[in-house]
């Protein structure tokens, strides 16, 4: 079990620090790297030759998992970096669970309520259900969360967790590109 444990935080080990990441982010290149040495190397090299930070809503649930893996015991130390030292017992999965509540409950943050969507969507750390995923999409555009838009409009084009409707979701489309977000139009 430790070596498999092992090999599954091998797979998540920050190309720069070579260690577990406290604050993670997911990339654009598909590594997950500590956003204190993504900053420092993008503070000292060239902007552009630094993997940009995807715009994926699961960042939060490789966090998790890093924070499962390393209260596990059963990680090498050599992998733990920071986590030895100076872990901050900030439990964002935990956040993450009562956002949950809270967008069932229709109080999240529209950002939270995409999210959910997208969990349910693939069935990431829940039950995969598309009916549900779709039910966060249309909160969130309800909200006017101009991703809960896009996702709940693809959810129409597509029939995913609704029923297939091309004009509804189409007319979504050319609706959300016409209004205008800090001055600039939608980009779908």
């Given at each position: 079990?430790k070596?498999a444990?092992?090999?599954?935080?091998?797979?998540l080990?920050c190309?720069?620090?070579k260690?577990?990441?406290?604050?993670?982010?997911?990339?654009?290149?598909?590594?997950v790297?500590e956003?204190?040495?993504l900053?420092a190397?993008?503070?000292?090299?060239?902007?552009?030759?630094?993997?940009?930070?995807s715009?994926s809503?699961f960042?939060s649930?490789?966090?998790?998992?890093?924070?499962?893996?390393?209260?596990?015991?059963e990680?090498?130390?050599?992998y733990?970096g920071?986590?030895?030292e100076?872990?901050?017992?900030s439990?964002?999965c935990?956040?993450?669970?009562?956002?949950?509540?809270?967008?069932?409950?229709?109080?999240?943050?529209?950002?939270?309520?995409?999210e959910l969507g997208?969990?349910y969507?693939?069935?990431?750390?829940?039950d995969r259900?598309?009916?549900?995923a779709y039910?966060?999409?249309?909160?969130?555009s309800?909200d006017?969360?101009?991703?809960?838009?896009?996702?709940?409009?693809?959810?129409?084009?597509?029939?995913?967790?609704?029923?297939?409707?091309?004009?509804?979701?189409?007319q979504?489309l050319v609706?959300?590109?016409q209004?205008?977000?800090?001055?600039?139009?939608?980009?779908l």
């Open positions: 079990m070596d444990l092992n090999e599954i935080a091998r797979e080990l190309p720069l620090s260690t577990l990441a406290i604050d993670p982010v997911l990339c654009q290149d598909g590594f790297y956003r204190e040495a900053e190397l993008r503070n000292k090299s060239n902007p552009y030759s630094v993997p940009l930070i715009q809503p960042h649930k490789v966090k998790c998992i890093i924070e499962k893996l390393v209260s596990s015991g990680i090498n130390d050599e733990l920071g986590w030895a100076n872990r901050q017992a439990s964002e935990a956040a993450i669970e009562k956002a949950m509540e809270g967008a069932t409950e229709g109080d999240a943050k529209c950002c939270t309520t995409v997208e969990l969507l693939i069935g990431e750390g829940v259900d598309e009916v549900k039910t966060y999409f249309e909160k969130a309800e006017d969360d101009e991703i809960g838009t896009a996702r709940k409009a693809d959810c129409l084009l597509t029939g995913t967790g609704v029923n297939k409707d091309f004009q509804e979701g189409y979504i609706e959300a590109a209004v205008e977000r800090s001055g600039e139009p939608l980009d």
